[in-house]
T-cell receptor
Framework: SQQGEEDPQALSIQEGENATMNCSYK?????LQWYRQNSGRGLVHLIL?????REKHSGRLRVTLDTSKKSSSLLITASRAADTASYFC?????????FGSGTKLNVKP | DTAVSQTPKYLVTQMGNDKSIKCEQN?????MYWYKQDSKKFLKIMFS???????INETVPNRFSPKSPDKAHLNLHINSLELGDSAVYFC??????????????FGPGTRLTVL
């Protein structure tokens, strides 16, 4: 399969804690994106990091990219109950778009 | 204003029937996609259209046929539905930038249940 893997598959933390999710991919990439999916809803784009970037921030989100290891991580700081969702990474290479298997995050109030 | 919309939201049908799912985007994007999300939440791309032209057709049974009447619409027609077709189908769109795929905007999904 050309889909990536995400780790962990599930993560449960207390509100206020940080959440870290990791993603590994298999192909070369132009960019890597992270999406959130709330239960029963479509995916919402969170952040995009290009292959020549190593780190990117957006609000409480921090994404890193290590192209030598074909991996990325998403850090959500000071988590909130509203962050409860599934998080997917997606690697893109020209017109190819591959999603990881997702991490289900549960933030307990 | 809904950026990417799909109809219907839920679709329950019998094996062997033919059904269609419609998708429309009002973002002015050039590229639209269909994805299938199975019960384990794996998202797999099925088709991609750029300006009404098919550019990706992953290994999908030929019972699935996408139709793009214009670049704002990409419909999915499924013939002879099977139990294994039960899944959530997502439509998405993107504005292709510099020849590679940029941010995708997803519709709310259509939950298809085949009985």
């Amino acid at each position: 399969s050309q889909q990536g893997e995400e780790d962990p598959q599930a993560l449960s933390i207390q509100e206020g804690e940080n959440a870290t999710m990791n993603c590994s991919y298999k192909t070369s990439i132009n960019n890597l994106q992270w999406y959130r999916q709330n239960s029963g809803r479509g995916l919402v784009h969170l952040i995009l990091i290009r292959s020549n970037e190593r780190e990117k921030h957006s609000g409480r989100l921090r994404v890193t990219l290590d192209t030598s290891k074909k991996s990325s991580s998403l850090l959500i700081t000071a988590s909130r109950a509203a962050d409860t969702a599934s998080y997917f990474c997606a690697s893109t290479y020209f017109n190819k778009f591959y999603f990881g298997s997702g991490t289900k995050l549960n933030v307990k109030p | 204003d809904t950026a990417v919309s799909q109809t219907p939201k839920y679709l329950v049908t019998q094996m062997g029937n033919d059904k269609s799912i419609k998708c429309e985007q009002n973002l002015g994007h050039d590229t639209m996609y269909w994805y299938k999300q199975d019960s384990k939440k794996f998202l797999k791309i099925m088709f991609s259209y750029n300006n009404k032209e098919l550019i990706i057709n992953e290994t999908v049974p030929n019972r699935f046929s996408p139709k793009s009447p214009d670049k704002a619409h990409l419909n999915l027609h499924i013939n002879s539905l099977e139990l294994g077709d039960s899944a959530v189908y997502f439509c998405a769109s993107s504005q292709e930038g510099r020849g590679y795929t940029d941010t995708q905007y997803f519709g709310p999904g259509t939950r298809l249940t085949v009985l």
